[in-house]
């Protein structure tokens, strides 16, 4: 399901990520079969620790107020797209 939020909420995130990995995706590529389980490796590693970095960003940024009151939609356009990684994770 796509929507116009949806869609651009996290668009700084996004543009950041790709940027991050777009080398480690050619080094992939240009790799010979014995070197891709090393990159593949490398690329969900990072993967899942940028995971981990926006969840904690979701975490920290949540309202603590009654989830009740508003829809989901609703709390995920309070929480500001994270645009830089935290200083000791990068």
């Known amino acids: ?12 995130f996004a543009k950041q990520q790709f940027e991050d990995v777009e080398g480690m995706f050619m080094k992939w ?6 070197e891709r389980e090393e990159s593949a490796h490398d690329i969900q590693l990072y993967l899942a620790r940028r995971a ?8 920290l940024h949540v309202e603590h107020i009654n989830l009740d009151s508003l ?5 995920v356009t309070r929480i500001p797209d994270m645009t830089e990684l935290p200083e000791e994770q990068q």
């Not at 399901?1 to 700084?12: A, L, N, V, W």
């Not at 981990?52 to 975490?59: N, Q, S």
């Open 71 to 75: 829809s989901y939609e609703e709390h």
């Open 1 to 12: 399901m796509s929507t116009i939020d949806r869609d651009t909420h996290f668009q700084g």
């Open 52 to 59: 981990y970095d926006l969840a904690l960003h979701t975490l």
């Open 29 to 34: 590529v240009v790799a010979t079969r014995w």
